[in-house]
């Protein structure tokens, strides 16, 4: 994985903004989100009762790590405008673009 297999799903660059350029700190950030999204995902099924508390915990998680297109998913999937599986899948998209940029941040610590 590298750059080139980052979709746009989150934006990387708001994300090293918002921690003032910290490369610590966005991992971090990123960390925590993979964690918790480990915890959302089987709450993201309409038999689950926690389904909308985990849809709105996404939204607000998604858009402050920069994946503003899975806060919109969730904030569409609120208002019974979108189900579950587009929450789901845009969730998995925004995984694998910070899966891509964290292989990539590695890559560049190992060149020194």
Do not use: N
Not at 69 to 90: H, I, P
Not at 92 to 103: K, S, V
Request: glycine letters at 10%; proline letters at 1%.
């Amino acid at each position: 994985m590298a750059r080139r297999d980052i979709s746009g799903a989150v934006d990387f660059a708001y994300l090293e903004g918002f921690a003032a350029g910290d490369s610590g700190v966005v991992d971090e950030v990123l960390s925590l989100f993979r964690e918790q999204a480990a915890l959302w995902a089987p709450m993201l099924d309409s038999s689950h009762a926690g389904w909308r508390d985990a849809v709105h915990t996404v939204k607000g998680a998604a858009r402050g790590v920069g994946a503003f297109s899975l806060g919109d998913v969730c904030e569409r999937a609120e208002a019974g405008q979108d189900g579950l599986e587009a929450v789901r899948s845009a969730l998995d998209l925004a995984l694998m673009d910070i899966a891509a940029y964290t292989h990539e941040q590695m890559l560049k610590s190992l060149k020194g």
